[in-house]
């Protein structure tokens, strides 16, 4: 079999009418609400403050709109095919209808990295809020050796830190991977209250934030300028290269929305719901992070913004209400506990799909008989991602999840081309507009953003894929249905 045999989309398309095992509960509000879940987090409340301190000063702004640019370019690609292709697996399932097994396990592979790692890194940052929030409000410390990872990761090298195990992280996603086996019904209401809460709160500091901008106009003038402060003579470090690493830095408050086109087989109606649910919330998000970042750098001066609780203490430095400081650290609770939660339950269905497909073990197919869940690949994904969180370091996950994404994005754009030009007779619910030329700058983008990241973060990924290319030659080849329905 060629290696660059292709999946026809005709028999995608029966396989998504005919499959019942996974229950279609998912409205587009669901949907929406799944891709703000996994988007707004750690990004809103911590990376922006830090982003803006270490590398693009009140240009963060700028930084925010290249990376939702990139985002929105490949979200519109990814509509395009979840209305085509309305199968769980994102990614790995357009690469397999458009440019064949070999690159489809490829993607498939990487976003094994994307979501795996993923769900820990918003575990591990969960962890310290919940820390510091016990001991703020109870005065309940936890012993730091029962909160740090064991591995440590300074100066580009990795260290022993005495500590045992990051106990709340692994806490996190035990409980999250329970309830996500219980149900995907249940998970998605979870989620809409999580959900509604923290984006209350946001707009309630983006509120109080435009107040007193407008009320105390001198003041934020002085913190805006300038704006785009002057690059330190190293790359990265403010100026235009500055905004640009910020751009891939921030990036990671972006990721996310893919994760709705994984859901695609729980939608009632992929065809119309997924490209809402996509756009919808990228969006949403986009503009709220332009408001957020604008306005938080407007009220403080961004050399002060470098500290594990930018948004708190920027809202207490300008008179805030006291209340308003706890009010925001639930909120930032809750928001990275429906990242983890929404990247858990897209990790299964990548499995889920690869499984169908012959690349992984049949036994990853199962569904539960009364949930309706892929329970075995649930609770793979958790006790893999509690190990993770247990053990490693949050700079280190973050890395590999941006590396990981943008090279995802990237491949979904160019098969958007490829699929154009081999297949224009298609029926497409959705169209992603400007073909070729948007998928181009939306996968240039994203690469420029990779170009930002450590040479590290690159040797990680080529090892990663190193590993995925021995078990696709020594196992899963011998075993693609595919492969062997040709022979």
């Not at 929105?72 to 990614?91: D, Q, T, V």
């Not at 996500?180 to 983006?206: D, P, Q, W």
């Not at 609770?333 to 929404?342: D, E, F, K």
């Not at 992603?432 to 994203?446: E, N, Y």
Request: hydrophobic share 55%; with cysteine.
């Amino acid at each position: 079999m060629s290696l660059f045999q292709t999946k026809s989309i005709e028999s995608l398309q029966t396989e998504a009418a005919g499959d019942h095992s996974l229950r279609r509960v998912l409205t587009a509000t669901n949907l929406v609400s799944l891709g703000i879940g996994a988007i707004i987090g750690a990004g809103i409340f911590v990376f922006t403050g830090q982003t803006a301190a270490n590398n693009a000063g009140p240009a963060i702004v700028i930084s925010f709109i290249i990376s939702g640019v990139s985002c929105i370019f490949a979200g519109l690609c990814y509509a395009e095919f979840a209305s085509m292709i309305p199968i769980a697996g994102s990614a790995y399932t357009y690469a397999y209808a458009t440019m064949g097994e070999f690159l489809a396990w490829i993607i498939g592979w990487d976003l094994i990295l994307e979501y795996l790692f993923t769900a820990p890194s918003v575990a591990v940052g969960c962890s310290g809020l919940i820390v510091a929030f016990l001991k703020d409000v109870f005065g309940f410390a936890i012993p730091p050796v029962l909160t740090g990872a064991p591995v440590g990761y300074v100066n580009d090298h990795y260290v022993l830190t005495g500590n045992i195990v990051n106990l709340p992280a692994v806490a996190i996603i035990g409980l999250l991977s329970v309830l996500l086996i219980l149900g995907v019904k249940e998970s998605a209401n979870f989620n809409n209250v999580m959900v509604i809460t923290k984006v209350s709160v946001i707009l309630v500091c983006i509120g109080f934030g435009a107040w007193f901008v407008f009320t105390h106009l001198d003041v934020a003038i002085a913190n805006w300028t300038p704006f785009i402060p002057e690059n330190t003579g190293k790359f990265g470090q403010f100026g235009w290269s500055g905004i640009l690493k910020g751009a891939g830095v921030i990036f990671f408050a972006y990721i996310g929305f893919d994760a709705v086109s994984t859901s695609a087989q729980e939608a009632k109606n992929p065809q119309r719901d997924l490209p809402r649910g996509i756009m919808g919330s990228l969006i949403i998000c986009t503009v709220i992070f332009i408001l957020f970042s604008a306005l938080l750098t407007g009220m403080v001066k961004y050399t002060t913004l470098n500290n594990d609780a930018p948004v708190v203490n920027a809202l207490l430095a300008v008179g805030a209400p006291g209340w308003l400081r706890y009010v925001v650290e639930i909120a930032a609770i809750m928001g990275l506990c429906s990242v983890c939660l929404v990247m858990l339950m897209g990790q299964p269905r990548i499995f889920f799909s690869m499984a169908k497909d012959g690349l992984l073990p049949q036994v990853f197919t199962k569904v539960h008989p009364r949930f309706k869940t892929p329970y075995v690949t649930q609770s793979l994904t958790g006790v893999l991602a509690m190990i993770i969180a247990g053990v490693l370091p949050l700079q280190l996950l973050g890395e590999l999840v941006n590396i990981g994404t943008l090279f995802a994005f990237i491949i979904v754009s160019v098969a958007i081309i490829v699929l154009r030009r081999t297949r224009p007779d298609l029926p497409r619910p959705f169209r992603t507009p400007w073909v070729p030329v948007l998928p181009i700058v939306g996968a240039a983008v994203c690469f420029a953003q990779m170009c930002g990241l450590p040479g590290d973060t690159w040797l990680r990924l080529v090892i990663w894929m190193v590993i995925g290319l021995f078990i696709y030659f020594f196992y899963s080849r011998k075993r693609s249905k595919l492969s062997l329905a040709s022979r």
